[in-house]
């Protein structure tokens, strides 16, 4: 089974709608961070949450809100669908501290499989 | 500035070295990293390096960082078809709260 693991992988909606997106991960991982990523701009970052109580704005949060349900829980929500969140979305997760060399913290990121969100 | 830059794409033959470039900003930043993305999947890390490193080698991987520069590349070795993907450069800032900022990617081709 994935590790962390993305719903719906595929979504179509009508600009205005409410959408939730949701991210489970089963690696025990503190850190977890939706990204959006669209053609050559790479991946933005749209909120983290280091814990259960701390939420934080990415570079990218105006028209996203976020819910850390669990540790193992993070869902990003789209207010009001507008087709410019036209886009695939990331969910990811990482463990402070997980490198075992070099000292301090590698903080690998582990990504889910994303989800594919059209907005017409 | 403020991004972190790659080509886009990049074509090679198979069994040729395939080399991809980044250009970072913070020159504090601990780590950098590549990562893979094949089609219809996330990211997965393809190998990584400490700043206080010059050159990394795994396999058919190397990686070469220039601090003075700020200039990061992966090298392949004998490049196969399987390694077709899309390869993301990217950096742990300080002035980011510890996060991840990646570049555009390049996709990489390999040509029969």
């Known amino acids: 089974d994935a590790d962390v693991t993305q719903t719906p992988r595929n979504r179509i909606t009508k600009t205005g709608k409410r959408i939730m997106l949701e991210c489970s991960q089963t690696k025990g991982h503190d850190r977890m961070y939706w990204y959006r990523q669209d053609p050559g701009l790479g991946l933005r970052l749209i909120y983290y949450s280091f814990d259960v109580k701390d939420i934080n704005k990415g570079e990218i949060s105006d028209g996203y809100s976020v819910s850390r349900q669990a540790q193992a829980k993070f869902s990003l929500s789209l207010e009001s669908a507008i087709p410019n969140q036209t886009a695939l979305y990331f969910c990811?997760?990482?463990?402070w501290g997980s490198g075992t060399s070099g000292g301090a913290d590698r903080d690998e990121q582990f990504f889910g499989p994303g989800t594919r969100l059209t907005v017409l | 500035g403020e991004d972190v830059e790659q080509s886009l794409f990049l074509s090679v033959r198979e069994g040729d070295s395939s080399v991809i470039n980044c250009t970072y900003t913070d020159s504090s930043s601990t780590y950098l990293y590549w990562y893979k993305q094949e089609p219809g999947a996330g990211l997965q890390l393809l190998t990584y390096?400490?700043?206080?490193?010059d050159m990394k080698q795994d396999q058919r991987l190397t990686v070469l960082l220039n601090k003075k520069d700020k200039h990061l590349s992966l090298r392949i070795a004998d490049t196969q078809t399987g390694d077709s993907a899309i390869y993301f450069c990217?950096?742990?800032?300080?002035?980011?709260?510890?996060?991840?900022?990646f570049g555009p990617g390049t996709r990489l081709s390999v040509l029969p």
């Open positions: 390096i400490f700043s206080n490193m």
């Open positions: 990811a997760t990482s463990d």
């Open positions: 990217a950096e742990k800032r300080r002035n980011h709260g510890q996060n991840f900022v």
